[in-house]
């Protein structure tokens, strides 16, 4: 009898409620094709626990036994809210709590409220707030309440009622005893209701900062990576520094963190590529592979990382390593069993062969229903020659309403670009202007609509716009050669002389006429002009960026100034530490932030009782973040071991005091091995910690 070779593998899975993710603990090709067949066929569960649910629940309702009913679907909720269905609301509302006991009936109303939440609608919400109002004002707590504003401004949102919704977004975010989270979704909608950039990249930043306090670490990251897209419209660097926070607060403990930092690191290659560090760029995205490589259910991912590696890698004339990830890609598109994604390369290879899709095709996509997708296509549609002038514009008004729907490619720029392309061979210049502008609003790096804007403001003589345009884009992309001097050319049309010279000079010398443009300004340009620009900085509310930089800012005024506090002579010649160092410390720490922020900003609390403990400052800033800091000393007899238990301190505080953002500042006099052994910042579960070294060596530096 032949024998059969057998082996064991293990196979995990997470599992959220959108999406699962799994390993095999063999990289094989025969392990990898049993993982994925398992992955598969636990895709369909919990859809299917939720349909056979809510057929019980039916058959139980349709017998009066509403009770159980309802009970068999709150067991069950984890599945029943997988799924999106008008008609699930439909069953739940079927149930008959009228004559159940008042706590059934309330859990009733309850579930029926959130499900109607959780699939937007919206007026089924506000029926079962005045519900749960009407029967049972005297028992809801105010967690239900501040939930009700919450709905309630989304509603009005919803109906187009802008100051209303903002009416309920601002009560909430200055209400007391709001927890956290509420807080954090507050600000998150003040921030999509806000009529500028600035106010909105505010509200992102004191959401997420609520977030972090409330142990919420994505959905922080999801305020941040939007705050990261707005700089990224004036200041790329400092949107790339936000983007950095996003990856160090992003964790690699299981399969999700892993992938949603991978989605991270894309975005942050992409940030590379437009700021021309290509090779930053293409290092970044190979960084994804690994988190990404034999995980199911992260393929697609994948693929889009190979993909957009090839394309880095042929700008920078690396064929082979383009090859290699075009490989790569093929191979794993193979395996790859969605049906979106399926669509999406039988569309593209479509596209390699023909300028235009296949009616079938086309209706194929169309019939598919993904906006982001459908929008793509009529775009590539709209720019075949064979189009009318009137069928192009008719196919990117098509495609700018799907894309303002779902933009998945962020590419609705590009609509934006050629609706102004269409307007200015019209002579519509007016109108290319506004697409132009729309286009650069999406997405500031679309140079094609920077350029062609640049030759309208010039060609047309419209100086003072020219002016305010290559002025936005020196600031976002640095002082280019070119840009110098479209930028002096208009300051010199507005007779602006001497601003003229500053940017003629940092312009290309071998431009025709520059020399004479120079001499031109020179001469004309008035003498002993001083011009000032100083706008007062006002802070409204404080952030945890705020706090960051005033400890930063404390430990360097202790090192130039106050290091020799903490020390007294040892009677040999050297040192040992002062009496209570720590407490020298927190006084100078007190009296610095006391200074910095004012009384009126911030309200510091000295050993607070925080469980089995105290916690050395415990700090209440305007606007309601709430955070921990603890003081360690470093150097001996104070260990680094000493220093470092203060993270396990403030965890622990942390715990207690219901704020999940702390600070550990460590007062190192080590001589040798200064701040070595402390991280920036860490992120322990759902508690983010700030470490800041401050050096009180007792070496006195002097200069020589």
């Known amino acids: 009898m032949k024998e059969q070779n ?18 095999i603990d063999s990289q094989s090709p025969e392990a990898m094709e049993i993982g994925r067949k398992i992955h598969e066929s636990i895709q369909g569960i919990p859809v299917k626990i939720a349909h056979e649910t809510l057929e019980d629940a039916q058959t139980k309702i349709e017998t009066g036994e509403h009770a159980k009913a309802l009970t068999l679907i709150l067991e069950n909720a984890f599945f029943i809210f997988k799924l999106r269905d008008k008609r699930v609301l439909d069953i739940i509302e079927s149930i008959d709590s009228t004559n159940l006991d008042e706590g059934t009936r309330k859990e009733h109303l309850l579930l029926s409220f959130g499900y109607a939440s959780h699939i937007g609608e919206l007026k089924e919400v506000i029926k079962y707030i005045e519900l749960l109002e009407d ?12 939930g009700f504003t919450l709905e309630r401004a989304r509603f009005a949102k919803e109906e187009s009622k802008r100051n209303l919704a903002v009416i309920h977004y601002q009560e909430l975010a200055s209400k007391e005893n709001v927890s956290p989270r509420d807080t954090a979704v507050a600000y998150q909608g003040l921030a999509d209701l806000s009529n500028n950039d600035e106010d909105s990249a505010h509200y992102c930043k004191l959401s997420a900062d609520k977030f972090l306090e409330a142990g919420l670490k994505k959905d922080a990251i999801l305020n941040l990576l939007l705050l990261s897209k707005l700089q990224a419209k004036k200041k790329p660097a400092l949107a790339l520094e936000t983007l950095e926070t996003c990856l160090k607060l992003a964790s690699s403990e299981n399969l999700f963190d892993r992938h949603e930092k991978a989605n991270l690191l894309q975005d942050k290659a992409n940030y590379l590529d437009k700021l021309g560090k290509k090779e930053e760029a293409l290092a970044t995205i190979e960084d994804t592979f690994e988190l990404d490589e034999g995980v199911f259910g992260a393929e697609v991912n994948l693929h889009t990382s190979y993909v957009v590696a090839s394309q880095y890698a042929t700008v920078l004339g690396l064929k082979e390593k383009s090859h290699n990830f075009e490989q790569k890609a093929a191979a794993i598109a193979s395996t790859i069993d969605d049906e979106l994604f399926i669509l999406q390369i039988k569309v593209s290879n479509y596209y390699k062969e023909n300028e235009q899709l296949s009616k079938a095709l086309f209706d194929e996509v169309l019939g598919f229903g993904n906006p982001s997708l459908i929008g793509t296509v009529l775009l590539k549609e709209s720019i075949s020659p064979s189009n009318t002038i009137a ?3 008719t196919l990117l008004d098509d495609a700018l309403k799907y894309l303002e729907k779902r933009d998945d490619r962020n590419i609705i720029d590009l609509i934006h670009f050629y609706f102004g392309l269409i307007y200015q061979n019209q002579g519509m ?13 999406a997405n500031p790096y679309n140079y094609a609509s920077a350029n062609n804007l640049a030759a309208l403001y010039m060609k047309d003589e419209s100086w003072e716009k020219a002016g305010e345009f290559f002025s936005a884009r020196i600031k976002l992309l640095g002082e280019l050669p070119n840009m110098c001097f479209g930028y002096g050319k208009a300051l010199y049309k507005q007779h602006r002389y001497h601003e003229a010279l500053q940017y003629f000079n940092k312009a290309n010398p071998d431009i025709e006429g520059l020399q004479e443009l120079k001499e031109n300004c020179f001469n004309n340009m008035p003498k002993g002009l001083i011009a000032t620009n100083f706008k007062p900085e006002c802070v409204l509310q404080i952030t945890s960026d705020d706090i960051l930089t005033a400890l930063n800012e404390f430990s360097a005024t202790v090192a130039s100034k106050n290091r020799m506090y903490f020390w007294q002579a040892d009677g040999k010649g050297g040192h040992k530490w002062s009496k209570n160092p720590e407490e020298i410390g927190k006084q100078l720490l007190i009296a610095s932030l006391s200074a910095k922020f004012g009384k009126d900003s911030v309200e510091i609390i000295q050993e607070q009782r925080a469980g089995a403990g105290f916690v050395d400052l415990y700090l209440l800033f305007a606007g309601g973040l709430k955070v921990v800091i603890e003081l ?9 071991s000493y220093a470092i238990s203060g993270e396990d301190q403030i965890i622990h505080y942390q715990n207690n005091t219901g704020s999940n953002l702390g600070y550990l500042v460590i007062f190192d006099g080590r001589k040798r091995d200064f701040g070595k052994g402390f991280q920036k910042l860490q992120s322990i579960n759902n508690k983010t910690i700030y470490s800041i070294a401050v050096d009180v060596r007792n070496t006195v530096f002097t200069s020589p």
């Open 632 to 640: 360690k000393m470093c150097g001996k007899p104070y260990s680094s």
């Open 135 to 146: 029967e049972f004002s005297d028992s809801l707590d105010e967690r239900d309440v501040d």
């Open 391 to 393: 069928e192009t514009m």
């Open 6 to 23: 057998t082996s064991k593998h293990t196979v995990t899975f997470t599992v959220t409620d959108s999406k699962s993710l799994g390993t």
């Open 429 to 441: 210049k007016g109108n290319a202007e506004e697409s132009y502008l729309k286009s650069l609003d």
